[in-house]
């Protein structure tokens, strides 16, 4: 797949996680004001210029002498100008003038001393300094915010390099799958009985668009039985199954779902009453004759669920012949079933029952999907002949 970003997707990013590289910025401006203000000790420089009349090469290892100096004094001599430039650099402001004046006596005793100057000329007087030579705080605090820029841009950089597939045109450009829509993030979503059905009217959109998708698909058009599957867990399949539910009940008087999520139940518990039994008991005594009983009707009109049931039963009991003939049976029964099911890329129960639907259709979360997840699913769903109608790109901002 192709990973250059463009700016069309760092925007994004930036905008979808406002509040963090706003924190950044925050921060990185606190800390350059307590280190500008409280960490950051002031030193105080005091400067002089001399000028005298020689310009011996031995003048230069007299004027920075530590006997002189004592390290304390930072002196540069100019031959050609024939200028002595003082510097001194203190915490304390007095102490940095007084060091200052001491090494000037010195420097002139010792240079009329040793060279017999007739010129010893002080052109910049050192004078009591009454800032701080190192303290800026409009500096310091812009540098700061600088950093919390660069650590910004960085942040992006590293999210957008780990990022998943984050939109349908990837899916299709680069996987060769069919994309039949997204759905956006629902944020008021639960689990409650009455409130898990979604009450966003863009999403309701989005999945008419899906059922469209599904149902005029040239490829296997019409389907009765649509499995689907997440690429791994959390990628909301059980919310899909539910309102897309909801979407064909408006076209058809019997629709079923079947939740087959045998650790989860989400649907189960969403929908179904408490403790019931269904799909798990149908297998364990591979007895399809009481099917009915178990279905139950939902508060949604045209809808009904065969709960998960309360046996215990394996995996490995769905790659028997009796979840074929419960479908079998059921199809007689209902225009249009959806089974809800795990993660096909960590559990073995969607694989058998992929090669039992007419078509399945995989759902993949926006920004956490990765290439690999797709591509795997789609080799465990062509493994056993499952059809694949299609990808839903699921929680997209």
Request: proline letters at 2%; charged letters at 25%; glycine letters at 4%.
């Amino acid at each position: 797949m192709n990973e250059e970003l463009d700016l069309k997707q760092i925007v994004k990013c930036s905008y979808q996680r406002k509040t963090i590289l706003i924190t950044i910025i925050i921060l990185s401006i606190v800390l350059g004001m307590l280190y500008t203000f409280i960490i950051k000790k002031p030193t105080y420089q005091v400067t002089a210029q001399i000028l005298i009349d020689k310009a011996d090469g031995s003048i230069e290892q007299v004027v920075s002498s530590k006997e002189l100096s004592q390290d304390k004094v930072k002196t540069e001599f100019d031959k050609t100008s024939k200028l002595i430039k003082i510097t001194t650099e203190m915490s304390n402001q007095e102490e940095a003038l007084n060091t200052t004046n001491q090494y000037i006596e010195k420097l002139q005793t010792k240079l009329q001393e040793v060279y017999d100057l007739k010129t010893f000329q002080i052109i910049e007087n050192p004078e009591f300094p009454q800032k701080a030579s190192n303290i800026n705080y409009a500096k310091d605090i812009l540098i700061a915010l600088c950093i919390g820029i660069i650590i910004d841009g960085a942040y992006i950089m590293l999210v957008l390099s780990f990022r998943g597939i984050t939109n349908i045109f990837e899916i299709e450009e680069y996987l060769k799958i069919k994309a039949l829509g997204n759905v956006n993030l629902d944020n008021k979503k639960n689990k409650k009985q009455d409130s898990y059905t979604t009450k966003n009217e863009k999403i309701a959109n989005q999945l008419k668009r899906i059922q469209a998708n599904l149902m005029l698909n040239k490829d296997n058009k019409n389907p009765q039985t649509i499995l689907l599957t997440g690429t791994k867990i959390g990628e909301g399949t059980s919310y899909i199954t539910n309102n897309l539910a909801i979407q064909f009940a408006k076209l058809y008087s019997k629709i079923l779902v079947i939740d087959t999520d045998i650790k989860d139940k989400t649907l189960t518990n969403i929908m179904a009453k408490k403790g019931s039994a269904g799909l798990t008991e149908l297998i364990q005594t591979n007895n399809v004759e009481n099917i009915e009983k178990l279905v139950q009707k939902t508060k949604i009109e045209n809808i009904s669920i065969l709960p998960v049931g309360t046996a215990k039963i394996g995996e490995e009991a769905f790659l028997t012949e009796t979840i074929s003939n419960v479908i079998e049976e059921l199809k007689r029964n209902y225009n249009m079933i959806l089974i809800d099911t795990s993660s096909i890329n960590e559990n073995v129960l969607p694989i058998s029952l992929t090669s039992i639907a007419d078509a399945t259709v995989l759902i993949a979360e926006s920004g956490k999907v990765k290439q690999e997840d797709i591509l795997k699913a789609k080799m465990e769903i062509e493994n056993v002949g499952g059809k694949i109608a299609g990808i839903i790109l699921n929680k997209t901002i």
